[in-house]
């Protein structure tokens, strides 16, 4: 059984250098990064979805965070702005990998900037964070694209954080694991449980009662798995000194 097709990109020789804004950096071991990609791939295989990789951007330090540069909606692929001019020469290759998946393709354009970490759709709402990579060009564009897939965008203010995806994702069901004091919690549109370490507000549902998390979030994992569902734990550290978290490094179309 295919769930769908899950896109990765593999980290790069110059993954060490990417960007770092509201941590303090420390040396990523690059050889030790492309094991964790290895079995991160894996995990996304063994629940079911078909691996496809994306060409390679090596000139660009952070092309492995892939899901930052589309947003997928049913048959739409909306390639991203990326607030940062230096992961815009990460599109083109995702724009080759999207159109072979047979998606319809759209773009934002300037002064639009967005990038996919800022997107967190749960059924016909999609939150956006608005913050130091995405702005409301970019918001006003992606609105306009996925209401022609009946879709509503909902803006939310960040604090101090990187993307929407780095301060809140959804569990299977809906429910919200925030880390609240990092964006305005008054505007999200589902129910919140505040989580106490870091990593622990980063899930992927991978279909079914399956879902990613890292390996640095065993508290949340324990109390995911108490609520029912069934954590595929993954350790991604050499990414998190970059930012990463385990929602970026992939992006996943359901039954393609
Ligand atoms: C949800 N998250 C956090 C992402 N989608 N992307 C992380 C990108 C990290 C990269 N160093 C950068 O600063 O762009």
């Not at 960007?19 to 996304?44: G, N, P, W």
């Not at 995702?94 to 998946?101: F, G, P």
Request: charged share 25%.
């Amino acid at each position: 059984m295919t769930r769908g097709t899950a896109l990765v990109r593999r980290p790069g020789d110059r993954l060490a250098e990417g960007l770092v804004t509201h941590i303090e950096r420390t040396d990523v071991d690059v050889a030790r990064a492309r094991r964790q990609h290895e079995a991160y791939r894996a995990a996304l295989a063994g629940a079911g979805w078909r691996v496809r990789e994306v060409d390679p951007a090596d000139q660009c330090p952070d092309a492995v965070f892939v899901e930052d540069t589309v947003v997928v909606c049913d048959d739409l692929a909306v390639l991203t702005r990326p607030g940062a001019p230096e992961r815009r020469p990460e599109v083109p290759g995702t724009e080759k990998a999207v159109r072979e998946a047979g998606l319809e393709v759209v773009r934002i354009e300037a002064p639009g900037t967005l990038d996919g970490g800022d997107v967190l759709q749960i059924g016909t709402t999609v939150h956006v964070g608005r913050g130091g990579r995405t702005n409301d060009a970019g918001i006003a564009q992606l609105a306009a694209h996925l209401a022609t897939r009946g879709r509503t965008v909902v803006p939310v203010p960040l604090r101090d954080v990187l993307h929407l995806k780095s301060a809140v994702t959804a569990l299977p069901d809906g429910t919200l694991l925030a880390l609240p004091d990092l964006l305005d919690t008054t505007v999200l549109r589902q129910p919140l449980r505040a989580v106490d370490e870091e990593a622990g507000c980063h899930v992927v549902p991978l279909g079914d009662d399956l879902v990613l998390m890292a390996a640095s979030a065993p508290r949340t994992a324990a109390l995911v798995s108490g609520l029912g569902f069934t954590p595929v734990v993954v350790d991604i550290d050499e990414y998190e000194k970059l930012e990463g978290c385990v929602t970026c490094l992939s992006v996943l179309i359901p039954h393609a």
